[in-house]
């Protein structure tokens, strides 16, 4: 099945810095989404972005299927930021079956 | 309010019981997933269904069950054939197929300990 690979697996930030982290994923997708999860385990979807660039806010991303990754980028970045950045790819040979990667776990300090 | 309920929050099993964990969902949607997360790990799937009265395995669904009779509904019995069960469960639901450029949402999940 489709493999997915997520850096850096740890990121330590002061508020007020940028930061981008990356999904590389084996097979073509054709679905790819970013997750937040929050200290108290809820996911937050952030973006469905299976190619192209997408921007809410502060967050935007970048997916370049051909090339088999997505980045995710933080500007500005604040406490609220902290927690664990999940993509999450659905592979076009394997419809329906969604893989996660082990996510990058942010801490942005005050 | 619509979205994803899982209940109970957190759950407490004596080895050998099979336990349930509920989910359920009143966005109208026709998928539903079920996840199970290790700590320092990410989300693997367990089963999923695309429509009622049908369901497929995921990549860990031994030692787990499912039934989706209702499509608000998509219970997990977590059996006592299931080696190592205490980990936090999350259930999803998406509007049509993952394969139809869908997203998935996700309710707050259950945290379950094996005593």
């Known amino acids: 099945g489709i493999q997915v690979e997520q850096s850096p697996p740890d990121l330590i930030l002061q508020e007020g810095a940028n930061s981008t982290l990356r999904c590389n994923f084996s097979?073509?997708?054709?679905?790819l989404q970013w997750f937040h999860q929050n200290p108290w385990g809820q996911l937050i979807n952030l973006f469905y972005?299976?190619?192209g660039t997408k921007q809410n806010g502060r967050l935007s991303a970048t997916t370049v299927a051909t090339e088999r990754y997505s980045l995710l980028y933080i500007s500005s970045s604040q406490t609220t930021d902290s927690g664990v950045y999940f993509c999450a790819a659905v592979s076009n040979t394997n419809a329906g079956k969604s893989t996660f990667g082990d996510g990058t776990t942010l801490t942005v300090k005050p | 309010d619509g979205g994803i309920t899982q209940s109970p929050k957190y759950l407490f099993r004596k080895e050998g019981q099979n336990v349930t964990l509920s989910c359920e969902q009143n966005l109208n949607h026709d998928a539903m997933y079920w996840y199970r997360q290790d700590p320092g790990q990410g989300l693997r799937l367990i089963y999923y269904s695309q429509i009622v009265n049908d369901f497929q395995k995921g990549d860990i669904a031994e030692g787990y069950s499912v039934s989706r009779e209702k499509k608000e509904s998509f219970p997990l019995t977590v059996t006592s054939a299931q080696k190592n069960p205490t980990a936090f469960y999350l259930c999803?639901?998406?509007?049509?197929?993952?394969?139809?450029?869908?997203?998935?949402?996700f309710g707050p999940g259950t945290r379950l300990t094996v005593l």
């Open positions: 097979d073509s997708v054709n679905n």
């Open positions: 999803a639901s998406s509007m049509r197929g993952l394969a139809d450029t869908d997203t998935q949402y």
């Open positions: 972005i299976p190619s």
